[in-house]
């Protein structure tokens, strides 16, 4: 976590006048004259500050006396992480059902209007529910296909519905007849933004099926630049503050690679490229293949050369973990987001398996 700057009272009382969201898991202040605390973001009216004393937490603030304010519910999980945790439930109830659920069953079965559900899903997913599901399924049909299924079975298996729309769910999941990607993203639209990580600025893109750029680099320009040139026909927009969750939650999996992304993917690219990148997301944190080896992997022994170059095609940068891919002498040969960066992230990941 960063280090937060909260540590004297006029720093406190700043955060309060500013109604700082981000000091709200540092501190919470009590109010004398009403006997109530408060989070530092709270709305409501705020108290003279000779009124006010601060409290590390929720327990002294209560051992003190205080009870919490029923309008900014400091005693309860932040209003941010209880509706995130309702999205994550309702993702899991799409994911364990076959069949596509309906805006209404899903709002319902929340307990919010499909209105509000919608809009709340979208803000923390990017997608809606209905996109939210066919993207998933279209990741199981991955699944399926590399770990050896025939398709049709893989196919049903997936949750796709009647057969009748087989080909055009199967290619717009498979990327083959992706005619959009190939002549650069006509039509499609996607949001970015650019944020720090551990081995320096990361550019994340999502379009409507999901995360569908990680790139890596030095500064802003030149990551813009290369989102650019991969999709060069798309509308692209620089994400507002709706696309924070999504951030995070990508910067989080960066930093601790181990843990698997829970959002959408949207993978385009050949189907072997396709298969070389799901091979790849096989290979855990600390580990480092050939491409030799990677090469069989794919049931492909003699393509070592189409798989190098399906790892410098990937566009997922650590969520597709090319970086694990090596010499078969060792040494680090290259790397789309350059040799350096590379050796770091080698060295983070072996660092984590001690
Ligand atoms: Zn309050």
Redesign the pocket.
Known sequence: MKQRHYHTDDARWQAVENRDANADEQFVFGVITTG?F??PS?R?RHPLRQNIRFFQDIHAAQAAGFRP?K??Q?DKAPLHQQRVERIRRACELMDAREETITLEALAQEMAMSPYHFHRLFKSVTGLTPRAWQTARRHQRLRDALTQGEAVTPAYYQAGFGSGSSYYRDADSALGMTAKQYRSGGKQLSLRYAVVDCHVGRCLVAQSARGICAILLGDDDATLIAELSALFPHAERHLAQNDFSDILEKVIACIHAPDTRLDLPLDFQGTLFQQQVWEALRTIPAGETVSYQMLAAKVGKPNAVRAVASACGANRLAIIVPCHRVIRHDGKLSGYRWGVARKAALLQHEAKKET
Do not use: F, Q
Request: charged share 20%; proline share 11%; with cysteine.
């Open positions: 109530i408060c989070r709270c409501a304010c309008r900014c400091p």
